[in-house]
């Protein structure tokens, strides 16, 4: 598979937090024959070992899991409420398909919206109070608690972008996996655990648990991170202009000047971006394992993030994960 | 039923063509006449068996949808509606940006909003096509290029869901029945109109090209029956059967047909129900200021959603409406 097509692989797999088993079981089944050890962790963590038993341990965390949402009230005639999982902007769902993961298997929904014909001028906002889904088939089958997923087919966007839902963070799961396998090619004499992580989106224990269970000297959390926004808020970040390395508080100033290092040995483009308190990343929780972890941030830059059409670009998940193959060769 | 393929074509108000192709190239064969009017109207008459009165049907081919209206400096496109669409239906959508151009609506992070500063208005949103800056985008894209959903149909159990359900429905209810009738006792014209959604444009010249003596504008109107709605307020709910209307805006339907179209349906056992809201207009109300004044009736698919990228019609309401077109035509009664 190509970069492109391992991204719109991901994007399609069906995972919000806390329910993340198809997703872990597709990129396990991707990740075949490269790695030395594979393990699902009791969290639902997928740790795939190269070299392990060296005293130097690494860990590459990406979390697997995405926003979404699920059936918080069933209604009469085959509609159904819902509740977000993660941070939902629900007006960016309105008029889209979704998909209902029942116990009797997935059902076709509609967020449906009102013609403007019936409502007038009278402009409701859209909220999770009185957004609604139109349950298409089944919807005998739907109960309270089923997930609910967006159904977005992921597109090209002149050849070398991709679009759809999820890429935050499955674009950071395409830069861990081919890391992993170009790390084949390497010698390094660290262990390095690739983690693909679940329950990243509702700060849930998925890095923090099997960080603490690999017990590890250093951590790259690979992410996806705002792309071209304007605000002093965010750093300046520009889609398409390499991996973004994160410098502030959660992450290790020596680690992080040695990917600073690596990438311009290497001419590898890179962007620096201010993290001044939290990251938001799990290396908020990973760095506080045990008697702490020194830790790395490694972000794809991402545009309409936790928008049905989140956009990425292939060269930065090419770049990123040539960049985090060789640090690891480097620790 | 062509409701799917029609549905997956693009045919923003303006910009039929495609719609026409693909009906025209069908239904050809099985016309006696057929021809493209100067505004893109496709007219297809079937010859009757009496040649003293003639029934027109109508059926408009556009959708709604974007335009280009503005080039910014990073690159990307602002937009405005093409007929009746609101904002909030576009937010989060792919979008094909004239024939080959893929675009995303992309919206403000949820996480780098200010509350209540990111409203969701057409000046607020862009597409992104990938474009670095204003001059990459100007080589790619004009100004007045139509924007237009790409939802690809779907059938879920007995529903249908998609795109330009309204009104490639009322297109595809022309297709079958002009498909399935023998000779029919009077001239019955298919007209397959353009540019409804923008002010019931096309309509405005079909009549005079055919000179009809009652017209039945076949439709697909909006469906109110979803939870956030009361009940009083729905207009029309989907499995009934077609909505029959007696009166919308800028028209009281001919009650002689309207009472006509209602006897049918019973008579033939066709479920049908009444359009209990007065809102909205269709080309009826063109064909009656047409010529000396068309006698005009309208008969609707119900359709929950529509003017948005994904409306949902029930497949029952789509063959029943089908079975009453086809009977109308068949026993010419509405023929005054």
Redesign the interface.
């Known amino acids: 598979m190509n970069t492109t097509e391992l991204l719109k692989f991901l994007s399609r797999l069906n995972g919000p937090s806390g329910f993340e088993s198809d997703v872990i079981q597709k990129i396990k089944d991707s990740i075949e024959g490269d790695a030395d050890k594979v393990e699902i962790d009791r969290m639902g963590n997928l740790i795939a070992w190269k070299n392990p038993g060296a005293p130097s341990r690494v860990g590459i965390f990406a979390h697997a899991d995405e926003i979404g949402a699920v059936v918080s009230k069933i209604?009469?005639?085959g509609?159904v409420?819902i509740s977000p999982v993660g941070?939902?902007?629900i007006?960016?769902?309105?008029?889209?398909?979704v998909r209902i993961f029942t116990s009797k298997g997935p059902?076709?929904g509609?967020i449906?919206?009102?013609?403007?014909?019936?409502t007038?001028a009278e402009?409701k906002d859209?909220s999770f109070d009185?957004v609604?889904v139109?349950v298409?088939?089944?919807h005998e089958d739907v109960r309270v608690g089923d997930p609910v997923i967006l159904d977005?087919?992921p597109?090209?966007?002149?050849g070398?972008?991709v679009?759809g839902k999820a890429l935050d963070n499955r674009a950071g799961c395409a830069t861990s996996i081919k890391a992993l396998k170009l790390l084949k090619k390497y010698v390094h004499k660290s262990a390095a655990a690739f983690v693909f992580n679940t329950t990243e989106e509702v700060g849930g224990p998925g890095a923090q648990t099997s960080a603490y269970k690999l017990n590890l000297t250093h951590a790259i959390v690979v992410e996806t991170t705002?792309a071209?926004?304007k605000?002093a808020?965010?750093s300046e970040v520009t889609l398409g202009g390499g991996p973004v390395i994160g410098t502030g508080p959660s992450c290790d100033p020596d680690f992080t000047d040695l990917a600073i290092k690596t990438a311009e040995e290497l001419k590898i483009p890179y962007q620096i971006e201010a993290l001044p308190g939290r990251s938001?990343t799990d290396s908020d929780h990973i760095q506080l394992v045990r008697s702490g972890v020194k830790t790395l941030i490694v972000s794809i830059p991402l545009?309409?993030?936790?928008?049905?059409?989140?956009?990425v670009s292939v060269d930065d998940v090419e770049l990123s994960a040539r960049l985090i193959a060789e640090i690891v060769t480097r620790l | 039923m062509y409701l799917k393929e029609l549905s997956e074509i693009s045919g923003i108000s303006g910009q039929e063509k495609d719609v026409r192709a693909y009906i025209s190239e069908r239904i050809a064969p099985l016309a006696d006449e057929i021809w493209t009017d100067p505004l893109g109207n496709l007219i297809a008459v079937k010859k009757g068996r009496k040649g003293d009165k003639r029934l027109l049907l109508a059926a408009h081919m556009d959708e709604v949808g974007m335009m280009v209206t503005r080039i910014n400096d990073?690159g990307t496109l602002s937009v405005m509606p093409v007929g009746?669409l609101?904002p909030?239906?576009?937010?989060?959508?792919?979008v094909m940006v004239g024939d080959a151009l893929?675009?995303?609506?992309?919206?403000k992070?949820?996480?780098?909003?200010k509350k209540d500063t990111e409203k969701?208005e057409w000046s607020n949103l862009r597409v992104?096509?990938?474009?670095a800056n204003k001059e990459e985008a100007k080589e790619n894209v004009k100004i007045g290029t139509y924007v237009s959903f790409v939802t690809?149909f779907?059938e879920?159990?007995v529903?249908f869901?998609g795109k330009a359900f309204d009104d490639r429905g009322g297109c595809s209810v022309l297709m079958d029945v002009i498909e399935s009738i023998d000779t029919p006792p009077f001239d019955t014209i298919f007209s397959f109109v353009v540019q409804e959604e923008t002010g019931l444009r096309g309509s405005a010249v079909v009549a005079e090209q055919v000179k009809p003596d009652v017209a039945i504008v076949v439709e697909t109107t909006?469906a109110?029956?979803?939870?956030?709605?009361e009940k009083y307020?729905?207009?029309t709910h989907l499995g009934d059967g077609p909505a029959i209307t007696f009166m919308h805006r800028g028209y009281v339907v001919d009650p002689r047909i309207f009472e006509r179209l209602v006897s049918l349906a019973q008579k033939a056992g066709i479920p049908f129900q009444y359009k209990m809201?007065t809102?909205?207009g269709t080309d009826a109300a063109r064909f009656a200021r047409s010529l000396y004044g068309v006698p005009s009736g309208v008969v609707s698919i119900p359709c929950?959603?529509?003017?948005?990228?994904?409306s949902?019609m029930h497949r029952d309401d789509y063959r029943y409406t089908a079975e009453l077109i086809k009977h109308v035509v068949e026993t010419g009664e509405v023929i005054l």
Request: aromatic share 8%; glycine share 10%.
């Open positions: 209604e009469e005639n509609f409420r941070g939902v902007d007006r960016t769902w309105l008029a889209h398909r059902v076709m509609v449906g919206v009102i013609a403007p014909h019936l007038g402009v859209h009185n609604f139109n298409l088939e089944r977005v087919e597109v090209e966007i002149k070398k972008l679009s705002h071209d926004e605000t808020e965010v938001g545009k309409y993030m936790h928008t049905p059409c989140e956009v | 990073d009746g609101r909030e239906v576009v937010v989060g959508k792919q893929i675009g995303v609506i992309g919206f992070p949820i996480h780098l909003q969701i992104y096509c990938g474009f690809k779907s879920n159990g529903f869901s909006t109110g029956d979803v939870p956030e709605l307020r729905w207009a809201r809102a909205g929950r959603y529509i003017h948005s990228p994904l949902v």
